[in-house]
Nanobody, 124 residues
Framework: VQLQASGGGLVQAGGSLRLSCTAS????????VGWFRQTPGKQRELAAG???????SYADSVRGRFTISRDNAKNTWYLQMNSLKPEDTAVYYC???????????????????WGQGTQVTVSS
């Protein structure tokens, strides 16, 4: 299974970006997926997740600004990021877990498929 993330880049504070993650090799529509982010020296943290039934969960720091969604027909999920702040600067990783379907789990070690990471940089 491969996850291909795209959509990162450089944006000014207050701007928007949309990340996409497409899976190949296995249909992931029955499983929970999400977006993690990581900055140097810090642990990878869950920014947003979505269950197979499209229930969403967000970190407090992004709630109200980020929206996660999925298109099962395309085996793809998205992260729409609005009102971006400099503190959102990080490498963003898409991930999927085949261990959970109906809940979003925050622990990175519970996800068994990972994308390659895409850099998001927000300038002040």
């Amino acid at each position: 299974v491969q996850l291909q993330a795209s959509g990162g880049g450089l944006v000014q504070a207050g701007g928007s970006l949309r990340l996409s993650c497409t899976a190949s090799g296995r249909t992931l529509s029955r499983y929970a997926v999400g977006w993690f982010r990581q900055t140097p020296g810090k642990q990878r943290e869950l920014a947003a997740g979505i269950t197979a039934g499209a229930t969403t969960s967000y970190a407090d720091s992004v709630r109200g600004r980020f929206t996660i969604s999925r298109d099962n027909a395309k085996n793809t999920w998205y992260l729409q990021m609005n009102s971006l702040k400099p503190e959102d600067t990080a490498v963003y990783y898409c991930a999927a877990t085949t261990k959970y379907s109906t809940i979003v789990v925050a622990a990175a070690h519970l996800y068994n498929y990972w994308g390659q990471g895409t850099q998001v940089t927000v300038s002040s």
